[in-house]
């Protein structure tokens, strides 16, 4: 059973425009959302988290709404610039157990 | 701080080979992941480790695969007589006890002929 899903395999925007990629997950325990950016040869590496006590967190042109009741997030990337162009992969866990991963929203930033 | 080091970077092996793969945590974290990445499955858990005991092996394929941490300075991921559905990208990732973040490698790509 996939526990954390991600709703778009990819995304396309054009520059300037705010992406929105949506995530959801089964588990209710899990109380740690973290989402993860790659980009080609190279590893995931964090991006931004947020806690299941917070329904929102915000850095620089990245935000994550989190919707504990119906056990959904997203994320909001602000101003999309080409350089933002990767794989975005929503993340979840529990108790410092081990990181569940979704299987990637592949985003496209359009000059 | 190099960040976590994986090699070789590539690998190419003939089907029925050995491949062994290498990961050098971040110095001073006490978890190590495995995570197997194909376009079709994505990011596959396989394994992890803290403080060196195997924790979690729930992921790791029950034949031919197997993995090792000798020491806190390095893990290593041992597929036997290699088939080419092995063929993949393979992270390691390290992390803090205590922490939920993981640190990756750049990933080892096998492929298997």
């Known amino acids: 059973q996939q526990q954390v899903r991600q709703s778009s395999q990819s995304l396309t925007v054009w520059e300037g425009e705010t992406a929105i990629l949506n995530c959801s997950y089964e588990?209710?325990?899990?109380?740690?959302f973290p989402w993860y950016q790659q980009f080609p040869g190279e590893g995931p590496a964090l991006l931004i988290a947020i806690r299941s006590v917070s329904d929102k967190k915000e850095d620089g042109r990245f935000t994550i709404f989190f919707n504990k009741r119906e056990k959904n997030l997203s994320l909001h990337i602000k101003d999309s610039q080409p350089g933002d162009s990767a794989t975005y992969f929503c993340?979840?866990?529990?108790?410092?157990?081990?990181?569940?991963f979704g299987d990637g929203t592949q985003l496209v930033v359009k000059p | 701080n190099a960040g976590v080091i994986q090699t070789p970077r590539h690998k190419v092996t003939g089907k029925g080979q050995e491949a062994t793969l290498w990961c050098e945590p971040i110095?001073?974290?006490?978890?190590v992941f495995w995570y197997r990445q194909t376009i079709v499955q994505g990011l596959e858990f396989l394994t992890y480790?803290?403080?060196?005991?195997?924790?979690?092996d729930s992921g790791m394929p029950k034949e031919r695969f197997s993995a090792q941490m000798p020491n806190q300075s390095h893990s290593t991921l041992k597929i036997q007589s290699t088939q080419p559905q092995d063929s993949a990208v393979y992270l390691c990732?390290?992390?803090?006890?205590?922490?939920?973040?993981?640190?990756f490698g750049a990933g080892t790509r096998l492929s298997v002929l």
């Open positions: 990732a390290s992390s803090f006890t205590g922490e939920n973040t993981l640190y």
């Open positions: 480790f803290r403080n060196q005991a195997p924790i979690d």
């Open positions: 588990n209710s325990a899990f109380d740690y």
């Open positions: 110095s001073g974290h006490s978890a």
């Open positions: 993340a979840a866990s529990y108790s410092n157990n081990r990181i569940f």
